[in-house]
């Protein structure tokens, strides 16, 4: 019986010691959860007002082409919407988001064709939306696990709440890669064209357009039969699109 007694106030000592572990555990879970919600906002309403000076993608860029002993080179300067042609606004929209300007972040009816695409072993594009792209772009790494596409709906969801449809805008064309080390619309206009942002005709507007599921592969003059034939379909789209309103 005594051995009975002295076993069991053994087990209470191991027991208390679980319980405050879960305890602080859970404390821990806790405050690292406040503190992701508190910067993760902060930084959203930061971007809203400030240029983002670089992205991840730009970095791992850089890293990548020196680790491989290529020269590096990177280009990118920001402009207000104001100075970024209308036409590169609606040949991205035609290109890659045709529903923009009126959803809420999350365009489904792509997004189910794209998995349905990719079950079959088509090629297709993503699903993802502008606003999307733009929340992977700015504030996450590149990669396809289930954390990072929970976290771009987050920041997704973010982004359209805080900053609207127009800053969204601003930031893509700003921050996406349109060429090797080309970031941005009057970067890639003054290396393709040998211009400002602001003065980008349609055709060229949608040459930009058109390489932007490969930047790096694709060249948006001088191109393959395969970009011109995406130019001509994304110029013919762009009449679709109408005035923009923000």
């Known amino acids: 019986m005594a051995t009975k007694i002295a076993s069991k106030k053994a087990k209470q000592p191991k027991k208390k010691q679980s319980d405050n572990f879960k305890s602080k555990l859970s404390r821990f ?11 993760s906002v902060s930084s959203v309403i930061f971007f809203k007002f400030v240029p983002v000076p670089f ?25 207000p919407i104001g100075n970024i042609s209308v036409n590169l606004q609606k040949a991205v929209i035609a290109s890659e988001d045709g529903t923009f300007l ?12 794209a998995y349905k695409g990719n079950e079959r072993g088509r090629r297709i594009k993503g699903g993802s939306t502008i606003s999307q792209q733009t929340a992977k772009n ?15 709906a987050y920041f997704t969801v973010l982004i359209e709440l805080i900053w609207g449809k127009e800053r969204i805008m601003e930031v893509y064309l700003n921050s996406i890669e349109m060429g090797d080390g080309i970031y941005g619309a009057q ?6 064209y ?36 995406r130019k001509d379909k994304i110029v013919r789209v762009m009449r679709y699109v109408g005035k923009i309103e923000y």
Do not use: C
């Open 102 to 113: 009126v959803h809420n972040g999350f365009d489904f009816k792509a997004m189910q064709k």
């Open 187 to 192: 970067a890639a206009t003054q290396h393709w």
């Open 29 to 39: 879970l806790s405050k690292a959860l406040l503190w992701f919600l508190g910067l």
């Open 138 to 152: 700015v504030f996450l790494w590149q990669g396809r696990s289930y954390l990072r596409k929970g976290l771009e």
């Open 194 to 229: 040998r211009k400002d942002a602001s003065s980008l005709t349609k055709i060229q507007a949608a040459g930009i357009a058109a390489i932007l599921p490969n930047p790096r592969k694709y060249s948006a003059t001088s191109s393959s039969s395969y970009i011109n034939r």
């Open 55 to 79: 992205t991840p993608l730009m970095v791992i860029r850089v890293l990548e082409n020196k680790l491989a002993g290529k020269e590096i080179y990177f280009s990118h300067d920001w402009e």
